[in-house]
């Protein structure tokens, strides 16, 4: 609770915006706000989640120019930082120093790096809680918290210690698995790609996976005859006038029926490794395809126990088991929520509708990112939605302040 002094005297003072979280999704919410005349903080250590929860030595999958941030005049894209040719993968290491620029470009004193431990409510306001015991207010509050909380993990690993299971997401250097052999459970990138850095780190991994075949991405070609471009144009997501839809207007994909949308994000862009990746994998990765994992137990080594397509059951040993197996949004895993407010949100379901400019149902209370992939599509779950998300939610957030001031 922040405190206050005798009658309506704050003894802090209050923000138009608290920006939780300074990934891209936040630091490009964060540039729009300021540059519309908002009093915006971001709160967090600028892009972390890419520094330490994504494997060193990993390449972005987005194409170059797909993974701009987002400012109101386009004066601070990658191709500001570092200018890269279609096709050349950019590493996460890379990314990582463009994020920080852009923060230093676009934010700048605008931020603190402290951990947010609590949002709850106060007067009509809400209170921000810092790890330090200090307490901000605010008008609006933005959550961009990516995808960290929302790491989905098997159920058929429930029974597994943290030491010998974990989440692609939980590892930052590989080279601890040296010499040890490692499952890792998935089909797509994050899976294909930690395996392949597993093996490169000295490791000796096995990829398990439900399907049949592995998918791999095409090459990209650059020189399209007219014709090609014509049928298939190329967007942030890929090429195709779906994907063009969804990568450019994502405010159409909103006014979609709810099935129709949930369609659309489990199958775009579905499970598939890059396509410069094939090289490096095959042949230095050995794969059980076609195998559901139907639970695992520890005694002395990890057993996963299989079930293969015609029903027989085996039996895989392993000493350490990764699930690359991806994120699942749940508004109610939004631990930093006070239990009132995340009663609220979680009340309409685990992907409740966000309003045009991002609202939850909650007055003040934005969602950016993953979380807003179930309104707005495919482009939520990718740096190239950033630009379309802060626009949109600084819409809102003027709006909003201007009522309350």
């Not at 802090?12 to 706000?33: E, K, N, Q, R």
Request: glycine share 10%; net charge positive; with cysteine.
């Amino acid at each position: 609770m922040c405190l206050r002094t005798g009658g309506e005297d704050l003894q802090t003072p209050v923000l138009d915006v608290a920006i939780v979280g300074a990934g891209p999704y936040g630091l490009s919410v964060a540039a729009h706000a300021l540059a519309a005349g908002l009093e915006a903080r971001v709160f967090g250590r600028p892009m972390q989640a890419w520094e330490w929860h994504m494997p060193r030595g990993m390449l972005l999958k987005s194409e170059p120019d797909a993974s701009h941030l987002g400012d109101p005049d386009k004066r601070y894209g990658l191709d500001a930082f570092r200018r890269y040719s279609y096709g050349e993968p950019i590493p996460v290491e890379t990314f990582v120093a463009y994020g920080k620029w852009f923060h230093a470009q676009a934010v700048r004193d605008a931020l603190d790096e402290s951990t947010v431990t609590e949002v709850g409510t106060e007067g009509g306001l809400f209170t921000v809680t810092l790890s330090s015991g200090a307490c901000v207010l605010a008008r609006t509050v933005v959550l961009a918290l990516g995808f960290l909380p929302f790491a989905h993990r098997p159920s058929a690993l429930a029974e597994l210690p943290p030491e010998v299971s974990s989440h692609s997401s939980d590892h930052h250097d590989l080279s601890a698995f040296a010499g040890r052999h490692v499952a890792v459970v998935g089909a797509g990138q994050s899976a294909l790609e930690t395996a392949t850095l597993l093996v490169e780190a000295g490791a000796k991994p096995r990829i398990i996976a439900r399907t049949k075949a592995l998918a791999w991405n095409e090459t990209p070609n650059d020189q399209r005859s007219v014709l090609a471009r014509t049928l298939a144009p190329r967007s942030g997501l890929g090429a195709g006038w779906r994907s063009l839809v969804y990568a450019e207007m994502p405010g159409v994909v909103r006014y979609l029926p709810k099935a129709t949308r949930s369609h659309i994000v489990r199958t775009t862009l579905g499970p598939a490794g890059s396509w410069w990746l094939k090289e490096r994998f095959d042949g230095a990765v050995p794969v059980t395809l076609g195998a559901r994992l139907e639970g695992a137990d520890h005694r002395g080594a990890v057993r996963l126990h299989l079930t293969t397509g015609r029903g027989k059951v085996e039996t895989l040993e392993t000493e350490h088991v990764i699930a690359a197996t991806g994120y699942q949004v749940d508004v109610g895993r939004i631990d930093i929520l006070d239990p009132t407010l995340r009663r609220g949100i979680r009340s309409l379901g685990p992907t409740p509708r966000l309003s045009r400019t991002f609202e939850t149902p909650l007055t003040g209370l934005y969602l950016v990112g993953l979380a807003a992939a179930a309104s707005f599509g495919p482009a939520m779950r990718f740096v190239h939605g950033c630009d379309f998300a802060a626009r949109r939610v600084t819409r809102g957030l003027v709006g909003q302040v201007r009522k309350a001031v």
